[in-house]
């Protein structure tokens, strides 16, 4: 699992915020769906629905979340 990955999942987890993980290192069809989603081959990739936010650190993560609403 990446670093980026894992600080996402933590700061999610910090914030009891409830997920679920594709492993697209082993899983072609979430590799794809990632790609499909972000346009991108690089992750991590969140979608939150139907909003999508690829290739963030927890400092863009939380950005994301404050712009669309989910945190104030």
Do not use: N
Request: proline share 1%; charged share 25%; glycine share 12%.
């Amino acid at each position: 699992m990446c670093g980026w990955c894992q600080e996402a999942k933590v700061w999610l987890d910090e914030r009891a915020w409830k997920y679920t993980t594709c492993d697209v290192g082993s899983d072609s069809t979430a590799r794809q769906r990632a790609i499909d989603l972000s346009g991108q081959g690089c992750v991590p990739v969140v979608e939150v629905d139907g909003l999508v936010l690829g290739d963030f650190d927890t400092g863009q993560l939380e950005a994301f979340l404050k712009k669309h609403g989910y945190l104030e």
